[in-house]
């Protein structure tokens, strides 16, 4: 099986992120896309809880390829690279694909033991708006040689994040569903 793995804090939820999940399912002939809700992405402030945004996004997912899962909570690891190594070592048979938005593209480098993650599986970074998150020249050097880095950069894209929605800038989808 070929498996995507989305990972995220999903802070809420939202249609880019089942843009990209969608798209990758299509254009990359997965066979089903594991959504991964992070207990605490180590590159961000926390904001909500684990419980309320895993129920967020179980309600959210609705698609008989995708599930969503506390994988990394039941695995207790902290990092993308923790969590890559269990499951290959749980799923030995299952190719594993990381699908990523392209502000992730931006800071992987940052992410715990990046290059391993880059041996161990590809990934598949997504353009997103406002302004279509060109590849940088700093990225275009970062990524160089690296055969496990697709760029999907083509096709519609959303205009809407989790911030935003935090902020109030869009109107979530589950309004007055989840206390």
């Known amino acids: 099986m070929k498996i995507g793995l989305l990972g995220g804090s999903f802070n809420p939820p ?8 969608l798209s990758a399912l299509r254009k990359h002939n997965l066979d089903a896309i594991w959504w991964l809700v992070s207990p605490q992405n180590p590159l961000k402030e926390k904001h909500t809880s684990f419980d309320k945004r895993f129920e967020m996004t179980r309600r959210f997912v609705r698609h008989p390829r995708m599930v ?11 990092y993308s690279f923790q969590t890559v190594v269990a499951l290959q070592r749980r799923f030995p048979k299952t190719n594993f694909v990381w699908i990523a938005g392209m502000d992730n593209a931006r800071i992987f480098h940052r992410w715990d033991h990046w290059h391993g993650l880059l041996k161990r599986i590809p990934f598949i970074f997504f353009n997103r708006p406002p302004n279509r998150m060109a590849i940088s020249n700093n990225m275009i050097r970062l990524y160089k040689g690296k055969k496990n880095v697709t760029w999907s950069l083509s096709g519609k894209t959303r205009n809407i994040s989790s911030t935003a929605i935090r902020n109030k800038k869009f109107v979530p989808f589950f309004k007055n569903k989840v206390q």
Request: hydrophobic share 30%.
């Open 14 to 21: 939202h249609k880019g992120h089942m843009h990209i999940a």
């Open 68 to 78: 969503v899962t506390d994988i990394e909570t039941r695995l207790k690891t902290r």
